[in-house]
């Protein structure tokens, strides 16, 4: 440990683990063994790191020059083996984020500059290459490969061993089954976190419109526009598909 880290004596260090001179541990956090912590990293309170997991890293990034970027990390979340994030880059913006309360699972990677947001869970060997988004309570599957500059919205779920090239849409069940397309409304997951019937069926709607029309995209938007009067959740979703700069899965 590097004497100028700051580790709260409420932290728990295990044997073998690196913490490296610009690292600010909160309260309570739990270091397991053979972790690395380096760079400007600022973790929150509670954060629970297993063995063989580098978090702070440098960028994976030709372009980076050892430039003094940051990694900055909420509260509550868990770290797997063998999970790698790397801090962001000058011309990136500078930092990555995640929030609290998130599940990073075993082998999973965050490249440079990406945000994840609250309470997400990125399964084993989840990818994600720089610049990634992922919003508030998003579930990332198992091997998925996330491009550059990809959102996945919030309650969205991805499949297993799917390759994301373009937005996921949010609350969406979005699988590559066959190939990658969005197969309707992740109504498990949203009933799990406390969506009502009569927001399910908003959404269902909504979805029905998007993806199960033979409506055009523009088309399918206006619609939901029109309906998301008095609803957040169809108004996020228009805005999601509005503001897309990659496109959208349907």
């Known amino acids: 440990m590097h004497p100028a880290a700051v580790i709260p004596q409420s932290c728990t260090i295990g044997p ?13 956090c739990e270091l397991i063994s053979h972790v690395v912590l380096d760079g400007h990293a600022q973790f929150g309170a509670r954060n629970r790191v297993f063995s063989f997991a580098a978090l ?5 990034d030709l372009k980076y020059k050892n430039e003094p970027t940051r990694l900055e990390v ?11 994030v790397s801090r962001g880059t000058a011309g990136g913006g500078g930092v990555t984020r995640i929030g609290s309360n998130c ?8 490249g440079h500059d990406s ?23 998003a579930t990332v599957g198992a091997l998925n490969q996330v491009h550059q500059f990809c959102r996945i919205g919030k309650y969205a779920y991805t499949g297993g061993g799917t390759t994301v090239t373009q937005d996921v849409l949010p609350y969406s069940l979005t699988s590559a089954k066959r190939e990658t397309q969005a197969f309707g409304l992740n109504k498990i997951g949203l009933e799990r976190r406390g969506f009502t019937k ?16 033979k409506l055009n995209t523009s088309q399918a938007l206006a619609q939901i526009k029109e309906a998301a009067k008095d609803d957040e959740h169809l108004a996020y ?13 349907k």
Do not use: K, W
């Open 74 to 84: 909420g509260n509550g979340n868990v770290f797997r083996e063998g999970v790698t």
């Open 237 to 249: 979703l228009a805005q999601f598909i509005e503001s897309s700069e990659r496109g959208v899965i």
């Open 198 to 213: 009569e927001q399910l069926r908003a959404l269902h709607r909504a979805y029905r419109v998007l993806i199960a029309s």
């Open 103 to 110: 599940l990073i699972m075993a082998y999973a990677h965050i």
């Open 16 to 28: 073998y683990c690196i913490v490296g001179e610009h690292v600010v541990l909160g309260e309570d």
């Open 56 to 60: 702070g890293v440098a960028p994976q």
């Open 115 to 137: 945000e994840i947001g609250e309470g997400c869970i990125l399964a084993n060997a989840a990818t994600l290459a720089g610049h990634v988004i992922v919003e508030d309570y």
